[in-house]
C-alpha cells in the first residue's frame, strides 16, 4: 500500500495503491494546478467565503482535476459540509449537485453504488477518507474534521454501507488522506475531552499533552476506528502527509485561516463496460 503522486499537465494529485481497481476511478488534488489567482492559488474548489474566488475559475479547476483522472466533471457530487454525522445515499437524482444543480442536503459523507457517479469532498486541513467495496461495488467519500471524527463519521459510513448495499466491513478498502497531524493539531481540552465522551480509554493512544494543551492523531483515531468496526488493517491506506507542514501543496486552516481554497477528494464508479 502506498500514495503516489502524479502530474498531469501541472495538474498534482495523489492516489493510493488500496484503490486501484478496474472500475474505480479516485484522487486527492493537491494546491497546484488550476487557475484561481491570489490567496485561492491556484487549485481551488470553493467559491464562497469573506473574499470568495470567482465561480469561473472554480469551475475550471473542477473541469481540470476531472479531466486529470478521466472523469466527467458533469458528473460529480459534492458534499456540503456541516461538520455533522449525516451519510447521504447518492442517486442519479443527485447528479451534478453543488457544481451545476442547487444542493438540498447537508452531509459530510456521501455513499452509493451507482456507476458513473463521482463522490467529492473537501479539506483544509481535516481529514479526508475515500472507501471502496468491490464486493458490492460501492463507494464512500467521508470529510471527518475533529468534530466528525468524534461523531465516529467513517465507522458510520462503513455502516451505512453495509445497510444500503450489503456491504461487509471486512471487505471495504480506504484510503485516509493528507491532513493535519498530531505535529500541528494543537488544541485545547475540547477536543480530547470530546474523543474521551465518544470513545473511552482507548483513545488515549492518540492524544498526547503539549504543555497546557494536547495533540491529537485524527488520521490515527480514524484508521484505530475503522480497524475496531471490522475493517482489515491491511486494507487501510493512509498518507503520513501533513497539511499544516507542507503548504507548499496544501491548503491548511491553521496556517492560512480563511484566506485559502481546498482541496478535494474524489471517488467513481465508472459507467459500465468502462474499465
Known amino acids: 500500500m502506498s500514495f503516489q503522486t502524479h502530474d498531469h499537465g501541472g495538474v498534482v494529485y495523489h492516489t493510493s495503491s488500496i484503490l486501484d481497481a478496474p472500475g474505480v476511478t479516485h484522487g486527492f488534488s493537491t494546491r497546484l494546478g488550476g487557475v484561481s489567482e491570489e490567496h485561492f492559488a491556484s487549485m481551488n474548489f470553493q467559491k464562497h467565503g469573506s473574499e470568495?474566488?470567482?465561480?469561473?475559475?472554480?469551475?475550471?479547476?473542477?473541469?481540470?482535476?476531472?479531466?486529470?483522472?478521466?472523469t466527467d466533471v458533469q458528473n460529480v457530487v459534492r458534499s456540503k459540509q456541516v461538520h455533522e454525522d449525516t451519510v447521504r445515499h447518492v442517486t442519479g437524482a443527485d447528479r451534478g449537485k453543488g457544481i451545476f444543480v442547487p444542493r438540498d442536503y447537508t452531509a459530510d459523507a456521501l455513499v452509493?453504488?451507482?456507476?458513473?457517479?463521482?463522490?467529492?469532498?473537501?479539506?483544509?486541513?481535516c481529514i479526508i477518507l475515500l472507501l471502496h467495496d468491490p464486493v458490492t461495488r460501492s463507494i464512500g467519500a467521508v470529510h471527518a474534521g475533529w468534530r466528525g471524527t468524534a461523531l465516529d463519521l467513517p465507522a458510520k459510513a462503513v455502516r451505512?454501507?453495509?445497510?444500503?448495499?450489503?456491504?461487509k466491513p471486512g471487505d471495504v478498502r480506504v484510503a485516509i488522506g493528507a491532513g493535519i497531524g498530531p505535529c500541528c493539531f494543537e488544541t485545547h481540552d475540547d477536543v480530547p475531552d470530546a474523543m474521551r465522551t465518544a470513545f473511552g480509554g482507548g483513545v488515549e493512544a492518540y492524544i498526547r499533552p503539549r504543555g497546557a494543551k494536547w495533540t491529537v492523531d485524527l488520521k490515527g483515531v480514524n484508521a484505530w476506528r475503522l480497524r475496531e468496526e471490522g475493517v482489515d488493517p491491511g486494507q487501510i491506506d493512509v498518507c503520513a502527509t501533513c497539511t499544516a507542514c507542507h503548504t507548499d501543496l496544501y491548503w491548511s486552516h491553521r496556517i492560512f485561516g480563511n484566506k485559502r481554497g481546498l482541496q478535494g477528494a474524489l471517488i467513481g464508479l465508472k459507467p459500465e463496460g468502462v474499465v
Open 160 to 167: 451505512e454501507m453495509g445497510r444500503l448495499f450489503g456491504t
Open 52 to 70: 470568495p474566488d470567482s465561480w469561473e475559475n472554480v469551475l475550471e479547476n473542477y473541469r481540470r482535476f476531472c479531466g486529470a483522472l478521466g
Open 112 to 125: 452509493t453504488s451507482e456507476p458513473g457517479l463521482n463522490l467529492m469532498v473537501f479539506s483544509a486541513d
